[in-house]
């Protein structure tokens, strides 16, 4: 692990000097591989370590992005400090359905549908409150300024979500070392046996279930008031949930840096190709080229990527 | 007051009574050994002892206080651990980490979590595994493993399932030798067991079920001897197999 961590130091300290050489359009390509490595991380937590597939974690981050922007437009308050009440709000509803979900047993596919439940019953209510504007969705004010989370250029944003991510690392590392962690991938392995030694498998699927909610909603937040732009169609939506399991899945399920691996390989591509493709008139078809990846990454590294990359490591 | 008092349990499945009515006091300190053919509701009685399904009607008392109605690991937490028929590792985690995970039912932090998973692992004789991932154990490891989860969590009433099953007559004996040796820290014991040989050398008390009904109680060489017991379970040979099991039992004794 200290292999690890000194590379993992060296990463950072790349990050940290990288934006020095990057223009404006790198610079949004990093800030999106970040967003969603983050994103990737907070859902890896619950699906990751516990092993309970989520497929409505779109839900979470229109929470947070809607909870903190009218907080901010109605009350004044600052996005820094609303992003915590949509933190909030997004884990009271996550563990509203935890409750229902495990307090009767619900496990595998039936829980991936009550996943997909309440995002579609979110993104419905969201599509039709006037507050929200509806189908023509909310537009947030531009006023830049560091109390407001609004600025000018892509910089700033880099390193918040930079932020974002190393602090995603260390809660994850956190947990994992953790009484909590150990727990969380005993119910993934087998809920039964972890049961019968002690772990209060309800407890702990709360638990588990409620910090990737709170996390996930934070990077709504921040959505919020770098696009300045929120519709349920895009931040409520199963595409967005998809986006976010792609990465993980692809790096390295239940892996401290799947999701962040997994993101500095799929984010890029996907920018530059929807960009390029949208040129030729060939819109959609990165979303052909993920099919692949993750049908290519299912077959040939079944355990993620991260695996093969840690092996590497260890053994040379 | 016995460790563990069952009154009158019984349990159906749809119209199958897979436990009717069984009665049984186990006291401190004790191995009882339950035997009786396939399907004769031992399993069945072990998930009803220990939550993971529930009963119809009946007491289960363990140190006085009903168990009724709690969860596996709250049975856990009062000190009643059982053992799976078929073993349930955590595949992916090594068997180090498989352990601490039992170690933290009585363990705040994970550094003497830690500490108490090593202990117990060198204890069931698998110090050399401890970095191996279960899902590479052979099954008799996979089930020193089983055995080693459930020690972690300090109970005072072990329930195993089978533990003996598919293993050779040497490790046959290797286990019984470390039963005997967790039964003398004070853990008492019950045990379904198939393999004869075990059960007769360990057991005090022997319970015999059949169609989820007591049929037989008593001291092993007795049971062996109950026609009732031979014409359900037994057979001939087999009760010549037992009373092997008696004389190695006794030959230990002297």
Redesign the interface.
Known sequence: MTRVYFLLGCLFLILLVLPLFLNEYLLGIFVFIFYYAYLGQSWNILTGYTGNISLGHSLYVGIGAYLSTMIAMHLGISPWLGMLFGGLGATLISLIMGYLAFRFGLRNVYFVLITIAFAEIGRLVALHLKPLGQFMGLFIDFKPGWQNFQFKGNLPYYYISLGFVVFSLAVVRATELSKVGRYFVALREDEDAAESIGVNAFKYKMIALGMSSFMTALAGTFYANYIFYLHPASIMSMALSIEIILRPIIGGLGTLFGPLIGSFLITPLAEISRSYFAKAGLEGLHIVIYGFLLITSVLFFPRGIYSYIRRALFSG | MPLLELKQVSKTFGGLRAVSDVSLCLEKGEILGIIGPNGAGKTTLFNTI?G?CRHESGEILFEGRSLIDL????I??RGL??T?QLV??????SVL?NV???A??RI???KA?TEKALQTIEFVGLKEKKHTLATTLTLPHRKRLELA??L??EPGLLLLDEVMAGLTPREVDQLIGLLAEVNQRKVTILLIEHVMRGLMALSRTVLVLNYGVKIAEGAPEEVVKNPQVIEAYLGEEFGKEAGRGIELAQGKRD
């Open positions: 220990t993971f969860k596996p690991h709250q856990c937490h651990v059982r799976f349930k590792p955590f595949l992916q985690l980490d601490i995970v039992a933290l039912n705040k932090t994970t979590a989860r459930a972690a969590t």
